[in-house]
């Protein structure tokens, strides 16, 4: 669960969403210039048929110089219309009747054939119909909307396409996640082909829904934790109930002697010490669901000190203690968590050892193990599946409340590690595992 499925065989797409829209704005705007200059020239193609239908006549005009147009009527009362080309100082050097009087002119540039240079000129055409001239103005307008529209097109289409290609594929996967985890369903994939940011922001939620799915079973199993050790706590109370149910019923009898009356008077109290017991147990497992391992870095070697400390104070048997690992090694451990629970698994051994307790600790890739053997019975069958259970006890007898080993389990666990009971050919052998972070 959790993966999340990417397409290695397409790193072009991999890039970044900035550099992705760079290149999607880039492509469009080529895309929109070839179409305006295609335009162009079927625009301005369409306009020189308009124009060649008329007759065009060109006049150059001296450099810094201009042009005039006048109507004149000669003494017959006839109207003819001037072209006056003019120099530089306003003299006219070129003077032009035109024949006709549908004409238009306006000023332009054209390319010397002799020189190569570009002059200015004056260009006279016979005036269009009003059609033509409609047309022609209508094809000239088009080429300004046509670069209006082309670049506005490509802008619209290429942030439609990248929203389309880049963003809302991640987006719908986030939504349907989203959903997913609201209806508390967890167990799924996200699966997104690009490496790009909406790619580490879909990793980021899968790992957020990863931590979350580990979270609810962390809590699943406490809520199971508890549920075992209410029904457990449930069944040992009983027994006290009982006993003190029988004696004060027997208090209420009758003819009872003063030291058959002390008898049950001890027993009441009996059974009030262990219910204390019983609370004091509750409240310490209570408190142990909450508690935080606080690791510190210390060297290895003063671990095996503090580990051969604890255990040689409670034992009273022979206990042979060994190590294995470099004692300089500067590891972070809480130490107080690993001599609690060696304490716990010592003090038992010692309870059912003969003679010897060996106790072994040992540093490897970021795990530290403590072994704690004897040379007693061993464990039952009944032991090795239960012990770690809690008030888990093979006689109903004695002070022990059966908490010792699911104590030692519980603290392993929030330390990374865990607690492997077995027997070997002298006796019990009780492992706790301990993870460790190793400066190198």
């Not at 200059?37 to 005009?61: C, H, M, Q």
């Not at 963003?167 to 994939?189: C, H, R």
């Not at 002070?399 to 330390?415: A, D, F, K, V, W």
Request: hydrophobic share 40%; with cysteine.
């Amino acid at each position: 669960m959790g993966q999340i499925k990417r397409g290695g065989k397409r790193p072009f797409l991999n890039i970044g969403i900035r550099s992705a829209f760079v290149l999607y704005v880039i492509i469009s705007l080529l895309i929109a210039t070839a179409i305006f200059l295609i335009s162009y020239i079927l625009l301005t193609n369409a306009i020189a048929d308009i124009e060649n239908k008329y007759g065009v006549k060109t006049y150059r005009i001296p450099e810094g110089g201009g042009f005039s147009t006048r109507i004149d009527v000669n003494g017959d009362g006839e109207t003819f219309y001037m072209l006056f080309i003019e120099d530089a100082q306003g003299n006219v050097v070129q003077e032009i009747e035109l024949s006709s009087l549908l004409f238009s002119y306006e000023q332009g540039w054209e390319i010397d054939e002799e020189t190569g240079e570009t002059v200015q000129v004056v260009i006279v055409m016979d005036k269009m119909t009003s059609a033509d001239s409609w047309t022609r103005n209508t094809l000239y307008t088009m080429i300004v909307v046509s670069v209006l529209a082309s670049y506005i097109s490509a802008v619209i289409i290429c942030a439609f396409v990248f929203y389309h290609r880049r963003i809302e594929p991640p987006v719908d996967i986030l939504i349907s996640a989203y959903e997913k985890v609201q209806n508390s369903d967890l167990d799924f994939d996200l699966k997104y082909e690009l490496d790009d940011e909406m790619g580490k922001l879909v990793t980021s939620f899968n790992s957020m829904k990863d931590c979350l799915a580990e979270n609810y079973r962390n809590l699943w199993t406490q809520m199971e934790e508890r549920k075992r050790i209410n029904a457990a706590f449930a069944h040992d109370l009983r027994t006290p109930l009982t006993v003190l149910r029988g004696n004060l019923e027997w208090l209420e009898e009758e003819g009872l002697s003063e030291e058959e009356r002390q008898e049950a008077v001890d027993g009441i109290r009996r059974s009030v010490v262990r219910l204390e017991q019983f609370t004091e147990a509750m409240s310490r497992l209570q408190r142990l669901g909450d508690y935080e391992v606080k690791k510190r870095e210390v060297a290895f070697e003063e671990v095996l000190n503090a580990a051969e400390n604890s255990a040689r104070t409670l034992s009273k048997r022979n206990l042979r203690f060994s190590s294995e690992g470099d004692g300089a090694q500067k590891i972070w451990v809480d130490v107080e968590v690993l001599c609690h629970t060696l304490e716990n698994v010592v003090s038992n051994a010692d309870r059912y050892a003969e003679e010897n307790i060996w106790v072994s600790v040992s540093l490897q890739n970021a795990i530290m193990r403590v072994t704690v053997e004897d040379d007693g019975r061993g464990f039952s069958k009944a032991a090795l599946a239960k012990a770690t259970n809690p008030f888990f006890k093979e006689n109903s007898g004695g002070e022990n409340l059966g908490l010792g080993l699911n104590i030692c389990e519980t603290l392993c666990r929030l330390h990374g590690g865990g607690l492997i009971l077995s027997n070997t050919d002298r006796g019990g052998k009780v492992e706790l595992s301990f993870g460790v972070s190793v400066r190198s």
